[in-house]
C-alpha cells in the first residue's frame, strides 16, 4: 500500500524525522491561506498523486507570495498528471501540498527496503540526490552507497555515522544526519513498512538536513497490525479492478494487452503471463484466483477482466490440485453464459478431475478452445486474438 507525501511526512514527524512546515489544501483559497499560514517568502505547491516524477510534468510550482501559491494551486488541482509512474491515462490531481521553502544547498537520495537475498535490511544512499536514482544506479553505480543491517541487531549508531561520513557530510552535519536515518529506520520496522524513499534530502544553507520528499510504501500483508495505515488509503489512487479485487480477495493487477489472464496460483500466472510473451501476444493482466477459487470466484474475475475494453481473448490456465477442474469447468461456462462472453476462450485444464472438466466444456455450445499444454494454450490465445483482429 502507498500514501501521499503529506501523509508520510506526518509519520516521518512521529519518529523525529526532520521535514518542512507543510499544509493540505483542496481548493486555490485553502492554498492561499496555508501559505499566509506559513508565513514563508517562498512556498512550494505540490501535487499529490501516487507516482514520482511530479516536478517534470509540472506538478511542482514554486509561489512567492500567498496569491502566487493560489494560483498555482489552481493550475494543479484538476490537471492529469503524466509522468513516468503513471498509467497511461495518468492521474488526476486532486489535492495539492503547500510547503515552506528550503534554502538548499545541497541534495542527497536516501531510502531503506528489505534485500532478500542478503536477508538484510539496506540503506541505499547517493550524494546524487533529486535525479532518477535508476539512472545514476545505470550510469554511475560508484555513486549509489550501501549499509547492511542485520534484522536481529539493528542499525547502529556507528552504521549511520559511517554513511553520513562517505555521503561527504562534516561531523556536524553527520550529528543530525544520525538520528535522522534512525528514526527512519525504526519508522521501518515499527509500521512493517517495505520502502521508505526520499528524494531528495536536502542540506540547507542553515546547516538542517530535511526530508523534502517522502515516499511510503506498506507491507498489505501486515496492515492488520496497523489500523491507522489502512485509514491512510486513497481508494481515488487505485485501479479500480484491483481495488475491487481485493475486496473479494482476488490477486489482480491490470497490464496493457489483450489477451486477458484467469488462473490459479501466483506462480503459475507468471509462467502463463511468460508463455503468451513467448507466443507473440501481450497480457492484459495479472489474476491469481487462488488456490480455493469456485464458481462464484470464476464468475467475478470473468467480470474483472471483462472490464478492461481491451481485452479481446481470454486464457484460464487451471492446475487442480486443491479445487477440482470438473468444478471449474461448470464455473467457466456458467459465468461464460450469465455474462454473456463474447470473446474467445482458452481454457486449459490439468490435475484433479481434469478429463470431466473437458468434457463439460465440449458439451457447452460456447466459444470455448480447449488445450492441454502450457505452450498450445498460448499459441491458441494469441491465435484468437489474431483471428478477431
Known amino acids: 500500500m502507498n500514501v501521499h507525501e503529506y501523509q508520510a511526512k506526518a509519520l516521518f514527524r512521529e519518529f523525529g524525522v526532520a521535514v518542512p512546515d507543510g499544509r493540505l489544501a483542496?481548493?486555490?483559497?485553502?492554498?492561499?491561506?496555508?501559505a499566509k499560514a506559513l508565513g514563508s517568502s517562498v512556498v512550494v505547491v505540490k501535487a499529490q498523486v501516487h507516482a514520482g516524477g511530479r516536478g517534470k510534468a509540472g506538478g511542482v510550482k514554486l509561489a512567492r507570495s500567498a496569491a502566487e501559491a493560489k494560483t498555482a494551486a489552481s493550475e494543479i488541482l484538476g490537471m492529469t498528471l503524466h509522468t513516468p509512474q503513471t498509467?497511461?491515462?495518468g492521474k488526476l490531481v486532486r489535492k495539492v501540498y503547500v510547503e515552506a521553502g528550503s534554502n538548499i544547498v545541497k541534495e542527497y537520495y536516501f531510502a531503506i527496503l528489505f534485500d532478500?537475498?542478503?536477508?538484510?535490511?539496506?540503506?541505499?544512499?547517493?550524494t546524487e540526490g533529486g535525479m532518477e536514482i535508476e539512472v545514476v544506479a545505470e550510469k554511475t553505480p560508484d555513486?549509489?552507497?550501501?549499509?547492511m543491517v542485520d534484522p536481529n541487531v539493528g542499525l547502529c549508531e556507528y552504521q549511520a555515522r559511517d554513511?553520513?561520513?562517505?555521503?561527504?557530510?562534516?561531523?556536524?552535519?553527520?550529528?543530525?544526519?544520525?538520528?535522522?536515518a534512525k528514526g527512519l529506520f525504526e519508522l521501518f520496522i515499527a509500521k512493517d513498512c517495505s520502502q521508505v524513499e526520499i528524494n531528495p534530502l536536502v542540506l540547507t544553507a542553515e546547516g538542517d538536513l530535511f526530508a523534502l520528499d517522502g515516499k511510503l510504501n506498506f507491507d498489505d500483508n501486515a496492515l492488520y497490525r496497523h489500523p491507522?495505515?489502512?485509514?491512510?488509503?486513497?481508494?481515488?489512487?487505485?485501479?479500480?479492478?484491483e481495488r475491487a479485487a481485493?475486496?473479494?480477495?482476488?490477486?489482480?493487477?491490470?497490464?496493457d494487452g489483450n489477451i486477458g489472464c484467469m488462473v490459479n496460483?501466483?506462480?503459475?500466472?507468471?509462467?502463463?503471463?511468460?508463455?503468451?510473451?513467448y507466443c507473440g501476444g501481450k497480457p492484459a493482466n495479472f489474476l491469481d484466483a487462488g488456490g480455493g477459487a469456485d464458481k462464484e470466484k470464476v464468475k467475478e474475475a470473468f467480470k474483472l477482466i471483462l472490464r478492461d475494453e481491451n481485452v479481446e481473448a481470454i486464457l484460464v490456465n487451471i492446475f487442480g490440485g486443491i479445487v477440482r477442474c470438473d468444478l471449474i469447468a461448470e464455473g467457466v461456462v456458467a459465468a461464460a453464459d450469465d455474462l454473456g462472453v463474447k470473446v474467445p476462450l482458452v481454457v486449459r485444464l490439468q490435475g484433479t478431475k481434469a478429463a470431466e472438466g473437458r468434457a463439460i466444456l465440449a458439451k457447452s455450445n460456447l466459444n470455448i478452445t480447449p488445450a492441454e499444454t502450457l505452450k498450445e494454450a498460448g499459441e491458441l490465445a494469441v491465435a484468437a486474438v489474431k483471428g478477431a483482429a
Open 246 to 255: 481485493k475486496e473479494i480477495d482476488l490477486a489482480y493487477v491490470g497490464l
Open 163 to 180: 554513511l553520513g561520513f562517505r555521503l561527504g557530510l562534516d561531523g556536524a552535519q553527520v550529528n543530525k544526519f544520525v538520528p535522522f
Open 26 to 34: 483542496t481548493t486555490p483559497e485553502e492554498a492561499e491561506r496555508a
Open 87 to 89: 498509467p497511461p491515462e
Open 228 to 241: 491507522e495505515i489502512a485509514e491512510l488509503r486513497d481508494p481515488d489512487e487505485e485501479d479500480e479492478r
Open 143 to 147: 555513486k549509489i552507497l550501501t549499509c
Open 116 to 126: 532478500r537475498s542478503a536477508e538484510k535490511y539496506a540503506l541505499v544512499a547517493s
Open 265 to 277: 496460483g501466483a506462480g503459475l500466472a507468471m509462467a502463463t503471463l511468460d508463455m503468451i510473451h
